[in-house]
């Protein structure tokens, strides 16, 4: 009976492994990152970001911030003084919990009005990946696409694997 929970509790934490192992860390402005130059909404419209996924913001921190804006209002007219959250770090990481749209700017002074903002919509996890996505989508977004479609199926391979490893073991080692 030992052996069977020692199973169950294999699979359960190879099913918490793949549900994060299928999350997505986004680089906040790809190759570029937080920076003046980044063209943001070209690279937010590129990607189909789900609950669960995460956004790095990589930057200078004596040069840039990240606050979150809690209004489009806000995001548009670069109000600042209204920020629901504020991070310096230079390597500050969002989760991305629920559905909805959030917004994103410096906080420096004048970067904001200057483009440097994102918006970002989030999907349930569940919602096909390529709901977000143009037809026009780069070839990198799509292969990325197709190999995080294979991911689930070698995470659940792999999950079985050790599950199955681990029940022989302890069967052999109380035998």
């Not at 294999?10 to 130059?37: C, H, M, N």
């Not at 504020?86 to 749209?101: A, Q, R």
């Not at 989030?122 to 096909?128: E, K, L, W």
């Amino acid at each position: 009976m030992e052996g069977a929970y020692k199973y169950l509790l294999a699979l359960f934490l190879a099913a918490l492994i793949t549900k994060e192992a299928s999350a997505t860390r986004y680089p906040v402005g790809g190759s570029q990152g937080w920076d003046e130059s980044t063209d943001f909404k070209s690279w937010a419209s590129g990607q189909t970001f789900k609950v669960g996924d995460e956004l790095v913001f990589k930057y200078n921190s004596g040069l840039h911030s990240v606050v979150e804006l809690g209004s489009e209002s806000a995001y548009k007219n670069c109000d600042i003084g209204t920020a629901v959250n504020s991070m310096n770090g230079g390597k500050d990481v969002v989760k991305l919990t629920k559905p909805g749209t959030r917004y994103f700017a410096c906080g420096t002074m004048g970067h904001c009005g200057q483009g440097m903002k994102v918006k970002i919509k989030t999907v349930a996890a569940d919602a096909s990946s390529t709901s977000g996505s143009s037809p026009s989508s780069s070839t990198s977004s799509t292969s990325t696409s197709a190999a995080s479609a294979f991911q689930p199926i070698s995470s659940l391979i792999a999950m079985t694997a050790s599950a199955a490893f681990l029940f022989a073991f302890d069967r052999l080692m109380n035998a």
